[in-house]
């Protein structure tokens, strides 16, 4: 049986013919289903102004529960890394704020917006979010002795919701720190 799959732009460069993929069908949300890249065309199409490809990958069927006609979420596996550490994604974000930073963020809050989980911390330029968000060295933060403290780390592979990191001073089971509260008034 053959699945036709729409890859985004961002993603066709790692896509090749025989990658190996898993997919699942809404019919059967809890059974994964392997598939192999049988062709990556090169031809693109753009439906709301996104630019997808199409890929065909090869599925056997062997016990006819998939049928034509099916909607189908495919991952194709591009790379692979063993006995790493990951983390979430958002511990590469965190920023600790100083304490300067913090008694701004807590005198400007109403009462309204106290109980209303907000992103993002009030009193900074765009300037400083977007300069904080371009960072060249990576690194991930720990408490040592009740205070925030930096661990440089190297990046590797991610799928957007967890990221390989190494670097010195990391072992299994080590907590990293993924949100700070801001102090009660």
């Known amino acids: 049986m053959k699945l036709e799959v729409a890859i985004a732009e961002a993603d066709i460069g790692r896509v090749a013919r025989g990658q190996k993929s898993t997919f699942t069908v809404d019919a059967w949300p809890d059974r994964a289903y392997t598939a192999r890249v049988l062709i990556v065309s090169y ?16 599925v056997l069927n062997d016990d006819l529960s998939l049928r034509p006609g099916m909607t189908a ?19 590469l974000r965190f920023v600790p704020a100083s304490p300067a930073d913090a008694a701004a963020v807590v005198a400007k809050k109403s009462f309204v917006q106290s109980l209303i989980p907000m992103i993002g911390r009030k009193g900074r330029s765009n300037k400083d979010a977007v300069a904080r968000s371009v960072v060249a060295d990576a690194h991930v933060w720990i408490l040592r002795d ?11 592979l991610s799928d957007g919701r967890d990221t390989e ?4 001073g990391l072992t299994e089971g080590l907590a990293i720190i993924l949100r700070a509260n801001a102090p009660s008034p």
């Open 146 to 156: 009740g205070q925030p403290a930096s661990i440089p780390v190297k990046l590797g």
């Open 43 to 58: 031809g693109s199409a753009v439906t709301n102004n996104v630019v997808t490809y199409e890929a065909d990958l090869e």
């Open 73 to 91: 979420t495919a991952d194709i596996l591009v790379a692979e890394s063993k006995n790493v550490f990951l983390v979430p994604t958002a511990a």
């Open 165 to 168: 990191i190494s670097g010195e």
